[in-house]
């Protein structure tokens, strides 16, 4: 099934850049969420966005930013990237709001060196 | 603050045997909570959340508010149980926002 899908899988960075995460929900899906996840931890929570608008945020620094588009596809922003932004990134999609289940995405490995 | 423990990091056993998953959480509301697992190359899903009051796949979760507990058991593991496992939180209020422990590596041997 076409489940939640994000690009790029993989990434490397420099410090100081930036960088944009691509996410796309399943169908029908007008929720998503994103969470970082650091090795050896569990995710944490970023963003939610729901019907284009945000409904949470997690406690990272401004330098984190997302957006919703029209067909509920989802972009995470980093700027000024730093070597503790070095993480997986998930992309989570669900029906409506709320701790209903969400379906994952695979997830972008981001490197910063 | 909401926070979910998980106190151990790993745990092994052989097949069959039965296995206690352990998850305490710390928030002064009602909280809902949820066990998600991610299987060796696949992505994270979840396995049980406890207002459903089900079993999945041979898990049973109980909330017991008084220990602050939700904790995942099954009565004899099965080497396709081999995961990481992880306990989550999500507030009061039906937030998106879920707060998950660090996580356990079950491994199931033959």
């Known amino acids: 099934d076409a489940g939640v899908t994000q690009s790029p899988t993989h990434l490397i960075k420099t410090r100081g850049q930036h960088v944009t995460l691509r996410c796309s929900p399943i169908?029908?899906?007008?929720?998503v969420s994103w969470y970082q996840q650091v090795l050896g931890q569990g995710p944490q929570f970023i963003f939610q966005?729901?019907?284009?608008?945000?409904?949470g945020r997690g406690n990272f620094p401004d330098r984190f930013s997302a957006r919703q588009f029209p067909n509920y596809s989802s972009e995470l922003n980093v700027n000024a990237l730093l070597l503790g932004d070095s993480a997986l990134y998930l992309c989570?999609?669900?029906?409506?709001?709320?701790?209903?289940?969400?379906?994952f995405g695979n997830g972008t490995r981001l490197t910063v060196t | 603050a909401q926070r979910v423990t998980q106190p151990e990091k790993l745990l092994s056993v052989f097949k069959g045997a039965p296995v206690e998953l352990k998850c305490n959480y710390s928030?002064?509301?009602?909280?809902?909570l949820f066990w998600y697992v991610q299987y060796s190359r696949q992505r994270l899903q979840l396995l049980l959340r406890?207002?459903s009051r089900e079993s999945i796949k041979g898990f049973t979760a109980d909330l017991n508010k008084g220990e602050t507990s939700f904790h995942l058991k099954k009565p004899f593991a099965q080497e396709e149980d081999s995961a990481m496992y992880y306990c989550?939180?999500?507030?009061?209020?039906?937030?998106?926002?879920?707060?998950f422990g660090k996580g356990m590596k079950l491994t199931v041997n033959p």
């Open positions: 989550a939180l999500s507030a009061q209020g039906g937030s998106e926002k879920l707060v």
């Open positions: 169908s029908g899906h007008k929720s």
């Open positions: 928030y002064s509301g009602s909280p809902e």
């Open positions: 406890h207002i």
């Open positions: 989570a999609s669900s029906l409506e709001q709320g701790p209903i289940p969400l379906h």
């Open positions: 966005y729901y019907e284009k608008e945000e409904r």
